[in-house]
Nanobody, 123 residues
Framework: QVHVVQSGGGLVQPGGSLRLSCAAS????????MGWYRQTPGNERELVAH???????NYADSVKGRFTISRDTAENSVYLQMNSLIPEDTAVYYC?????????????????WGQGTQVTVSS
């Protein structure tokens, strides 16, 4: 009923920039919090940043000042602008959305994940 698709990512040199995009489609009524997470082998998925439907943003200390999260509510999309990338940013990045979906007679709220995209920061 709801599909979340990511784009962006890839290989970038230290100090470079990358922009990730994520868009949801389906029977969407509204989206509450949108967020970005990342995961490396052997570790749990960690929050990178999130943004609420009121525009409040929150960032992990490790990316604060370097990453910027934004959203286009009308397009059911969330973005992550990553600047001043360092090798420690290397991970698989996932977007996450809290989605109110369904019809008037069948309303639901669930979280949905994107498929993940690899970000590698290396010379």
């Amino acid at each position: 009923q709801v599909h979340v698709v990511q784009s962006g990512g890839g290989l970038v040199q230290p100090g470079g920039s990358l922009r990730l995009s994520c868009a949801a489609s389906g029977s969407i009524r509204s989206i509450n919090t949108m967020g970005w997470y990342r995961q490396t082998p052997g570790n749990e998925r960690e929050l990178v940043a999130h943004i609420t439907n009121s525009g409040y943003t929150n960032y992990a200390d490790s990316v604060k000042g370097r990453f910027t999260i934004s959203r286009d509510t009308a397009e059911n999309s969330v973005y992550l602008q990553m600047n001043s990338l360092i090798p420690e940013d290397t991970a698989v990045y996932y977007c996450n959305m809290e989605v109110n979906y369904g019809t008037y007679f069948s309303k639901r709220m669930s979280t949905f994940w994107g498929q993940g995209t690899q970000v590698t920061v290396s010379s």
